[in-house]
């Protein structure tokens, strides 16, 4: 074992515990919170362009319906269709490797997960309770390969990759369902400079998608909404009101989103040495970084942040 991480003590230190919620429960809590606060919810729309005008601005979705505002936040993922539109910047970059998800049963030993590293290969997992761990299995692969077969295909591949390691670990992903399982490449983008323009502004992966190393994609989003949120609290009755609102909040968001891409990328690239030699210093590495099983120094920049 290359070390422990507890997160015992992360209440006391941050004012919240460390809790694992898979995405689609997020989603559907959000989803209920803003309705209950009486927000006004369009299901089942593709965002394609948008219009822009002095006084508002609109949204035209794949069937050409036009949805009308006083600001547009473009919060439509990696391939935004937003940010093609504000920026035109091109596509995102493929970082090397690819991931298979699912979700599995937790080995006696390590109930509440575990990280295995190999050559070219890392296997996250974390309890989702029930005796269930979620998984993302990371390798090295040429773009597109992985997410071009079929689900099962794709899982026996990563069967075949972790063919020679521990029976517990190996059960995580051989028992999982096929049906339960995602792969998809993975890619990230320099986050741009400029976020917005006159009504129009970027939040979460549609502005700064990256590694998912840290963990941090979905909660930089969510930090990105408290502050939107926040420097628009003020009102948006005038076209030069929002948008010296929306620089605020680029101001304020560019320098940490910035770090963060950068340190997951670094992450990613690290954990996916094949090379013997430099799994042997990134294994040392790991053992440096986890010595004594608490991080909550290290990661007092990701945990200690808090809304302007």
Do not use: N
């Not at 507890?6 to 694992?20: A, H, K, N």
């Not at 729309?45 to 547009?72: C, I, K, N, P, W």
């Not at 294994?283 to 945990?303: E, N």
């Amino acid at each position: 074992m290359l070390g422990w991480v507890s997160f015992d003590g992360y209440e006391d230190r941050w004012g919240m515990p460390s809790v694992t919620v898979l995405r689609a429960d997020l989603h559907r809590l959000l989803r209920d919170e803003a309705q209950a606060a009486g927000a006004e919810l369009v299901e089942g729309r593709a965002a394609t362009r948008y219009l822009h005008g002095d006084s508002g601005v609109g949204l035209v979705t794949g069937t050409e319906e036009v949805l009308s505002g006083d600001v547009l936040v473009g919060a439509d993922g990696i391939h935004s269709a937003v940010r093609a539109q504000l920026l035109g910047d091109g596509p995102p970059r493929y970082r090397g490797f690819t991931a298979v998800r699912g979700i599995g049963p937790a080995p006696a030993a390590y109930p509440d997960g575990f990280i295995a590293y190999g050559r070219g290969l890392v296997l996250f997992t974390a309890a989702i309770g029930g005796g269930e761990l979620y998984w993302v299995a990371s390798m090295t692969a040429p773009r597109g390969v992985m997410p071009s077969l079929p689900v099962a295909e794709a899982l026996s591949r990563v069967h075949e990759r972790v063919g020679g390691w521990h029976p517990d670990l190996r059960k995580v992903t051989t028992s999982a369902d096929p049906a339960g399982c995602v792969a998809h490449d993975v890619f990230d983008r320099p986050p741009p400079r400029t976020w917005a323009r006159g009504r129009v502004v970027l939040a979460g992966d549609a502005a700064h998608p990256m590694v998912y190393t840290l963990g941090q994609g979905a909660g930089m989003a969510l930090e990105d909404a408290v502050v939107l949120a926040g420097v628009l609290a003020g009102g948006v009755s005038t076209t030069a009101a929002v948008e010296a609102a929306l620089r605020r909040y680029a101001a304020e968001r560019g320098p940490r989103v910035r770090k963060v891409v950068r340190q997951s990328r670094m992450l990613g690239r690290v954990a996916h040495v094949r090379s013997p030699l430099l799994a042997v210093i990134r294994d040392a590495m790991l053992r440096a970084m986890t010595r004594g099983g608490d991080t909550g120094g290290q990661s007092s920049d990701l945990f200690g942040w808090a809304p302007p």
